[in-house]
């Protein structure tokens, strides 16, 4: 995978500054990951621009590239990203709630765990993109494309189970109509993960060895690599301690004398 160049946001408001009628505003291949998109003049540049294309005639129009960009964990709440392309995109875990995407072009992107709730994606294009854990609650997907593969409703029904949640989502009517199917599988998908989760954390014990055993093994190891590792410390350390040791037992016993002579 080729590195891709970031972008700062004093060079992303250079570009968005100095745009004309029917220019392409090239945002490819870039690293948003050093934008904060939450600040308030970005947002309203972006807005603004793409509100403007949709009312241009299409010989004036604006659009704005950001294929195969990054702009993983952005926030682009209520963006206007209508119309903008931004094929091949990575948009891990990125958060669109309320954003309009209208008629945007989102083919072969990695969109895993991004945020759609409440999104409007009207005519918007998801052609062999990754949606595994992405959040459609809310979300319109209407007259969306690329969701629902032609030759089998099983492998819609999979590639859709792959979403974290279709909860309240405006489906396309072919989809629709497997609504009940794909939330099963979102449900069973849901479960899986999270016994997977709990396996990785969780480390056996096997039945034959007791925890006071991998207790006693464990300090047994760390003490011989201490050793090891450290021996003239160690010698050293237990030298002064025998030599502690007598010493207390010499005065005890000295101590025992004197009571018995008095």
Do not use: W
């Not at 250079?14 to 009628?21: D, H, K, W, Y």
């Not at 291949?29 to 939450?38: A, G, N, P, Q, V």
């Not at 819609?156 to 909860?167: C, D, H, P, V, Y």
Request: net charge neutral; with cysteine; charged share 35%.
């Amino acid at each position: 995978m080729s590195i891709l160049k970031e972008i700062s946001e004093e060079e992303f408001m250079e570009v968005m500054n100095n745009i004309s009628a029917g220019q392409i505003i090239d945002l490819t291949s870039r690293d948003f990951r050093r934008i904060e998109m939450r600040d308030e003049k970005i947002k309203s540049k972006f807005n603004y621009i793409t509100k403007e294309a949709a009312n241009s005639p299409p010989d004036r129009s604006i659009y704005i590239d950001m294929t195969n960009s990054n702009i993983s964990r952005r926030d682009f709440s209520n963006f206007d990203l209508s119309h903008v392309i931004m094929t091949g995109i990575v948009a891990e875990c990125t958060i669109f709630t309320g954003s309009n995407l209208s008629d945007t072009k989102i083919d072969e992107a990695d969109l895993k765990y991004a945020d759609f709730r409440h999104t409007k994606l009207d005519f918007t294009k998801f052609h062999n993109s990754d949606i595994t854990g992405v959040n459609f609650t809310g979300a319109d997907l209407t007259h969306s494309y690329g969701l629902k593969f032609s030759d089998a409703d099983e492998k819609t029904i999979r590639r859709l189970g792959q979403a974290s949640s279709i909860k309240g989502a405006k489906l396309p009517s072919d989809i629709e109509a497997m609504r009940v199917e794909i939330e099963d599988e979102i449900r069973i998908n849901s479960k899986r993960k999270r016994v997977t989760a709990k396996a990785v954390i969780t480390r056996p014990i096997p039945e034959t060895i007791s925890n006071k055993d991998i207790t006693k093994q464990a300090f047994s190891e760390i003490f011989t690599s201490f050793k090891n590792n450290y021996s003239k410390t160690f010698n050293f350390l237990n030298e002064k301690v025998d030599t502690f040791f007598k010493k207390r037992k010499s005065q005890k016993e000295e101590k025992q004398k004197e009571e018995e002579n008095s």
